[in-house]
């Protein structure tokens, strides 16, 4: 990768400055503005960016495995049914995917940085409220206001990669940020092993708590996304044009006239419609895919590989970092040979080994298959997330990401799991629903291949503006 010295970014962009609104001549006082506003070079800015980015999706991925992973234990410890348990999350799901809008949408307002920071310090103070949950309902208030907070990371983040990095490297590097997920999941494994197995749940989800670090190290080192400042002041200045009575340029005109009406309407808008239904297509299929692993794996082994706890927990420290390899791998294959190609090769790997490991009831097989599916289950994330990041023009770029994983978190998270529970109901095991994953992985491939146009290398601006 090429880098730039700070000074030559700044004389970059200094150069430029008298071409800029009075937002973004604000913001270029800040040298890490700076350094990733004038230039396609790579600063330490932009890795500063892509390591934030990066740990929001550790700590989300710890948090998510943790729960999952001492989930046995809640149910046994306020002596809660299969749908009970359920119901619980589903609720805290519906909450979930409020934040999964909200965020976004106020970052189509307020800018990136800002709130990428406070909810990632919503989240850690909520932390020990659950921990600390004296009753099943306060559990899962407390899981619903953690998903609320922490919903909106992941896609703000994600935003502020794809607004700041070059275009050659953007999905390289969405995705392997995207990968510290998995590296979060092995932690989660390792924290349920060591501390939930000898001294209970509520002290392994205590740990997590101290990522109220992340906010402050968001907040000093990444600066706004150089798309939305100029979003804004284009904004202004259209809207002072036409306050004076003077014209402006029809172009100009019909971008004010969509930019001022920011919400789901516009989403919907004939312009904007092709690109929403391919990420709702590809979202909806992604948390389709991952709810079933997501919500009932730790209670599959459990119960019908009667695995313990600390083995299922360590599966998991080796899941999360086959996932890492599958991302890593993912991320150097998607800018060279293309998101629908990546998209493909790891949808039909994950297929594959997830049905053998369905199917298999020795140890040996059961960690190999299993690991072997981690590759392309939790690879195909990569392009995945990619997609949704930069289909969508800047002026609603955080409104349609929050737009479609939430419809897709609603799909996948909220009516998927009756599936899930209706076929282990009926047949008494998840093997059937575990048999669902790879038939919708194959579906999307599928769907990807007839679908989803190709975005390597392209700007921001090229694919829609």
Known sequence: MSSMTADQHAASAVDQ??????????????????AVAGSTGITKTHWHIA?????GWGFDGMDGVIFAL?????IKEFSLSL???????QIALFVGIAGLYFWPWLADRFGRRTLLAVNIAMFSLLMPVAALSPTFTVFVIARSLLFFALNGEWSL?????????????????????????????????AITGLVAANFGWRVAVMVPGVIALLAIYVRSTCPESPYWVRAEDRKRRIAETLARGGTVSADDSAWFGKAKSVGIRQVFMPDVLPATLVALFVA??????YGTVGAWMPLYLSTEKHWSTAEYSLFYVFYGLCGFVGLCLVGWLIDRIGRRRAFIITLIEGAIFMTLWVYSEDRVLLWTFGLLWCLGFLGFWGPSTTLTAEVFPTRIRGAANGVVWAIAYFVGFVLFPFVSIALQQHTGSFALAFLCIPVLMIAM?????????????????????
């Open 157 to 189: 983040g994600s935003m502020l990669v794809a607004e700041t990095w070059p275009a050659r490297l953007r999905g390289r590097v969405i995705t392997i940020t995207r990968s510290a997920w998995c590296l979060g999941a092995t932690l989660a494994g």
């Open 17 to 34: 400055a008298g071409d800029t609104g009075p937002l973004e001549q604000h913001h270029l006082q800040y040298a890490n503005y700076r």
């Open 83 to 89: 749908p009970e348990y359920r119901s619980g999350m």
């Open 70 to 74: 001492v989930s046995p234990m809640v």
């Open 445 to 465: 491939a599928i769907g990807v291949f007839l679908f989803v146009p190709e975005h390597s290398g392209k700007e921001l601006n090229e694919i829609i503006e």
């Open 51 to 55: 390591t934030a980015n990066a740990l």
């Open 284 to 289: 909806c299929a992604s948390t389709c895919i």
